[in-house]
């Protein structure tokens, strides 16, 4: 992994987290390099249960299972001749390679996949298999090859399989937990659907209410029109302007030029915890937002772009 100085945040207590500073192009070498390290950890210190979750992993093998973690070798950006670099290696000295493809969100490259396995055949290996490790099981585009080609893992099986381990030393269980609350701040874990549903989205639809009142009491006459998508849900305001909140951050709400989405030159924030927001009574709220939007909208530079998100983007309401 490249040397960098990290900047740290009081608040940011997950150490996956906190040395996530990369761009969006880095997040997958991140990552990758993230669960190579804890996978080489346990095979170091939990070598039963670092062979189980091997296993899992690379699924069934032409041969065997992975049956010794004695002389295995965990890699990451392997070449592979002329198919381009593949994210991570787990090979034996004897006959066994598993190449795994990790995806953060972005999309699988047409013929990606068939190229990695061509490789394989072209290789000196008789034991090996091709895993695809993403959020969702579906490739995203068409994939050339058959269930048996190759293996398809989510990563909230990652964090179910990284739970079942119970009897970890105080180290292992420290990477482990970590690297597991690093996933669910990615939204890359499963979590039972509670009660709390029932109130949570006539919340969040509510507090968009409250920015659209916000919003009409400092900027009465500009143009708002209400946004939500897969990410985010608030207001774009004069065609240039997001108000709202982030769904991986939601106790931010965020003002940004350009929609936040191209090209964002500049923002503003408040952390509605800091202010102590859900204790206040509803007139309180108000007041905690329209003191932030007349502070942003004069801290924030007017962009010149007028790009919208792509439609695709977009969830009217």
């Given at each position: 992994m490249p040397s960098r100085n990290f900047g740290t945040s009081p608040k940011n207590k997950n150490l996956f987290a906190a040395l996530s500073h990369y761009g969006i192009t880095e997040e997958e070498d991140y990552l990758t390099?993230?669960?190579?390290?804890?996978?080489?950890?346990?095979?170091?210190?939990?070598?039963?249960?670092?062979?189980?979750?091997?296993?899992?992993?690379?699924?069934v093998l032409p041969l065997h299972p992975i049956n010794s973690i004695n002389g295995i070798n965990i890699t990451t950006q392997k070449t592979l001749l002329k198919s381009g670099r593949v994210d991570m290696?787990?090979?034996?000295?004897?006959?066994?390679?598993?190449?795994?493809?990790?995806?953060?969100?972005?999309?699988?490259?047409?013929?990606?996949?068939?190229?990695?396995?061509?490789?394989?055949?072209?290789?000196?290996?008789?034991?090996?298999?091709?895993?695809?490790?993403?959020?969702?099981?579906?490739?995203?585009?068409?994939?050339?090859?058959?269930?048996?080609?190759?293996?398809r893992?989510?990563?909230?099986?990652?964090?179910?399989?990284?739970?079942?381990?119970?009897?970890?030393?105080?180290?292992?269980?420290?990477?482990?937990?970590?690297?597991?609350?690093?996933?669910?701040?990615?939204?890359?874990?499963l979590r039972r659907v509670s009660w709390e549903y029932i109130q949570g989205i006539p919340a969040l639809l509510g507090l968009r209410n409250m920015l659209e009142a916000a919003k009409d009491e400092v900027m009465p006459d500009l143009h708002l029109r209400k946004t939500q998508g897969w990410t985010w849900v608030g207001l774009y305001i004069d065609y240039n302007f997001f108000f709202g909140v982030r769904y991986e951050k939601p106790l931010v709400v965020v003002y940004e030029n350009n929609f936040g989405y191209i090209s964002t030159t500049?923002?503003?924030?408040?952390?509605?915890?800091?202010?102590?927001?859900?204790?206040?009574t509803a007139d309180e709220q108000l007041g905690v937002l329209i003191d932030f939007l007349k502070q942003a909208s004069v801290e924030v530079e007017r962009g010149k772009a007028k790009e919208a998100p792509p439609e695709k983007e977009n969830i009217d309401q």
């Open positions: 390099e993230s669960f190579a390290y804890l996978l080489r950890l346990l095979c170091e210190r939990m070598p039963d249960d670092a062979l189980r979750l091997l296993n899992k992993l690379s699924g290696a787990i090979e034996l000295e004897s006959d066994t390679l598993v190449l795994v493809e990790i995806k953060h969100d972005s999309l699988l490259a047409k013929g990606q996949l068939e190229s990695y396995h061509h490789a394989l055949d072209k290789l000196e290996k008789d034991n090996y298999r091709l895993v695809l490790l993403k959020r969702h099981k579906d490739t995203g585009i068409e994939v050339g090859l058959n269930a048996h080609q190759f293996q893992v989510t990563w909230y099986e990652i964090h179910k399989w990284l739970h079942v381990i119970k009897n970890a030393d105080d180290l292992s269980r420290f990477f482990i937990k970590e690297f597991q609350n690093f996933l669910e701040e990615k939204n890359m874990s500049s923002k503003s924030s408040i952390d509605l915890e800091s202010k102590h927001f859900f204790s206040l």
